[in-house]
């Protein structure tokens, strides 16, 4: 499994950036791709979890409405477009992929079993 993180940058408060996650080594469907941030001092954090075999996709209440994720299953791509940037969604943005029936099952995201990571990009909003 290989998670390229890219379209990361420095972007005014208010601005938008859409950051892509290019995935291979694996069936598209047979994972949930997560994007997870972590600010300077702060543990990682959920962003946006999705799966595209189950058709779901889950916001944290932080982006809710301001962040949108977007798939391409023949480039086997994940977008996630981020609009109304505030300087609190200054972080480093991780692509992460976990196995299909144990990161989600039940109604229930499970963000532990996102097991696979890419390198992460640096998102900077600045005031």
């Known amino acids: 499994v290989q998670l390229v993180e890219s379209g990361g940058g420095l972007v005014q408060a208010g601005g938008s950036l859409r950051l892509s996650c290019a995935a291979s080594?694996?069936?598209?469907?047979?994972?949930?791709i997560g994007w997870f941030r972590q600010a300077p001092g702060k543990d990682r954090e959920v962003v946006s979890l999705?799966?595209?075999?189950?058709?779901?996709?889950y916001y944290a209440d932080t982006v809710k409405g301001r962040f949108t994720v977007s798939s391409d299953n023949a480039l086997n791509t994940v977008y996630l477009q981020m609009s109304s940037l505030v300087p609190e969604d200054t972080a480093v943005y991780y692509c992460?992929?976990?196995?299909?029936?144990?990161?989600?099952?039940?109604?229930?995201?499970?963000?532990?079993?996102?097991?696979?990571w890419g390198r992460g990009t640096q998102v900077t909003v600045s005031s």
């Open positions: 992460s992929a976990g196995p299909r029936g144990l990161s989600y099952w039940g109604g229930t995201w499970y963000p532990e079993a996102f097991g696979s």
């Open positions: 080594g694996f069936t598209f469907d047979d994972y949930a």
């Open positions: 999705t799966s595209s075999y189950d058709a779901t996709t």
